[in-house]
């Protein structure tokens, strides 16, 4: 491999840096809902749990990324991170429903580091290696699901400090894995930002308005759209299986946490052998559709076969499938914005997907208080009509996302 295809030493540092806070995410996604019912919540107000921390982190994910473009990636980056290290902390230790949500809302005003992390991917790669830099970043990223549960599943079995549950030791593991992550961006990532935006600081900063004129942009806002769809669609899908698997299969918390860390596995192996072929051999444009097509078959596949054995098949196809959409719409994304507004426009796109992740958990949790099976019903069809709205933008995917292939 040649020099100019090389991912430089930045990347991998930030790559690792996703991982471990992938980590502290992931270590919290598999006992949020039954942490959530151990303080008396119905399965609607658990939903709102994820509802709550995707609202704050719409509104603050855009002022980070535009903050990033001014003040540099590194600040925000580390603080972001030490939000969620104090964050987590509250939520291990509380005895209140209402702190628990004061917990998800601190998390979420300061849970940019998504964006600002990919804004870092655009600042140190080239346009020829910027699809395979995302896949492996979201590789390092999907890595955390397996590790993440995993450690959540020790973390049910340690002793436990006074105040604090076996559910709430999950929250305690999440808050050391962020402040890890926070220590590594501080002391080893260097800034990545070469050309600063002047900052502006006034009321229009805080303004959402740019976020839904982005939509209005030829090239941009349909795939911010798009980020919506699959977003609200997937969100649908996390929190009704959660209930779905627990009260339907008779499951529990730990085997939870066993069943993401499979999807985990498969995601990695899938980002790990199959992206970086397939990116070469087809359009960004064709892995899309037929990725958003496939997560339509799997919500298909829970309801109709309502087995343990059915759910595993569905949870393998799904680590395959997911692995997919979110790099190929930041590459589209980072193709087609300026070096000046890498970190805004991601933190754009960051704020499409943190709407879906605010509506489809609170959607969801009507859903599931119907039936268990209803909400797979109706995500499986509504993702087929994303899928039909990504193969209808096909052509202009395809002409914004095509770049010279490496040898």
Known sequence: MSNANRLPLRFWIIALIAFINSVSFTIIIPILYPYAKTFGLSDFQASLLTTSFAVSQFLATPILGRMSDGMGRKPLLILSLFGTVLANAIASFTTVAWLLFVARIFDGLTGGNMSIAQAVISDTTTPENRARAFGLFDAAFR??????????????????????????????AGAMMAFIAAILAWVVLPETLKKREP??????????????????????????????????????????????FLKVLQQDAKSLAVMFTLVGVVGVLTQVFAVKPLTQRFNVADILVNAIAGRALVFFIIPLFPTLGGFVLGAVLLGVFNSFPMPMISTILSFNSEETEQGAVQGINSSYLSISNA???????????????????????????????????????????????SS
């Open 359 to 405: 509506l489809g958990p609170a959607f969801a949790g009507i859903l599931v208080s119907i039936n268990y099976s209803a909400p797979f019903w109706v995500t499986g069809f509504l993702t087929l009509a994303t899928a039909g709205f990504a193969l209808s933008m096909k052509p202009l995917l395809t002409c914004q996302s095509q770049t010279p292939t």
């Open 199 to 244: 900052m502006q600081w006034g009321w229009q900063m805080f303004g959402f308005g740019r976020i839904f004129q982005a939509m209005t942009r030829p090239k941009l806002g349909p795939v911010f759209l798009l980020t919506f769809f699959s977003g609200f669609t997937f969100t649908i899908f996390t929190f009704a299986f959660q209930p779905f």
């Open 143 to 172: 890595l955390g699901f397996v590790t993440g549960p995993a450690i959540s599943y020790v973390a049910q079995t340690l002793p436990t400090f006074p105040g604090v549950t076996p559910l709430g030791m999950s929250f305690f």
